[in-house]
């Protein structure tokens, strides 16, 4: 079953597949009707952009540099090594992606200085740990998990690994401190890889 941000982003992408059949360079089946198939799927990037939900991530991934990565599509030429983008855009990428409420759960002073100027390093590092250096979609990271023995080291875009495990049948991430943050038991297949939600901003 599709979790509701899986719904919205469909219906939101269903919209512009309804524009896009409206003559604008559209590909047509012999029935006349254009196909989901037919359609690119947005970026990473764009995906976060079509929701409300994730403006503090937004505002985190652009205040760092990080966004024009995300926005990056898969066989594309235009990785920046400036931005970090050194994993291969053929293999895409998976970002865990905390909602606002993740945010909101800081106090006013942790969100202050999470995002002053000289926290910035710090916002980056952190960011670059919750992108995966490639697409990992969620049946192949349970298969990963079990036939590793219960946890995961992903390789992630800070140079370190990010341990993902299971709990039931859902999947999490687990912080250096040993916290436990659930990232849904599904991700969302995005154009340059795949995100899954995070409601709380790893501490």
């Known amino acids: 079953m599709l979790s509701s941000f899986a719904k919205r982003l469909f219906l939101l992408t ?3 597949l309804m524009i896009t059949g409206c003559g604008f360079g559209s590909t047509e089946t012999t029935a006349g009707r254009t196909t989901a198939d037919q359609v690119e799927q947005p970026t990473i990037f764009a995906a976060l952009r079509r929701l409300s939900e994730f ?28 931005a ?9 990428q998976t970002l865990l992606a905390p909602r606002d409420t993740g945010f909101a759960q800081l106090s006013p002073e942790a969100r202050a200085a999470l ?3 000289e926290g910035r390093p710090a916002l980056a590092s952190m960011l670059k740990s ?5 697409t990992i979609h969620a049946e192949e990271l349970r298969t990963m998990i079990t036939e590793n023995g219960g946890t995961v080291q992903i390789p992630n875009r800070a140079g370190t690994t990010t341990s993902i495990g299971l ?11 040993g916290a436990r ?12 890889g795949a995100i899954y939600i995070l409601e709380q901003w790893p501490r």
Do not use: H, K, W, Y
């Open 55 to 82: 403006s503090t991530l937004r505002r985190a991934l652009n205040d760092t540099g990080l966004a024009a990565s995300l926005n990056v599509p898969v066989n594309s030429s235009r990785a920046s090594p400036a």
């Open 115 to 117: 995002f002053a100027a």
């Open 181 to 192: 943050i659930d990232m849904g038991g599904a991700d969302m297949s995005a154009g340059n």
């Open 130 to 134: 919750l992108i995966l250096t490639r």
């Open 167 to 177: 709990s039931g049948d859902r999947l999490v991430l687990i912080t250096p401190n």
């Open 14 to 16: 269903g919209c512009a």
């Open 84 to 92: 970090g983008t050194a994993a291969s855009a053929e293999q895409g």
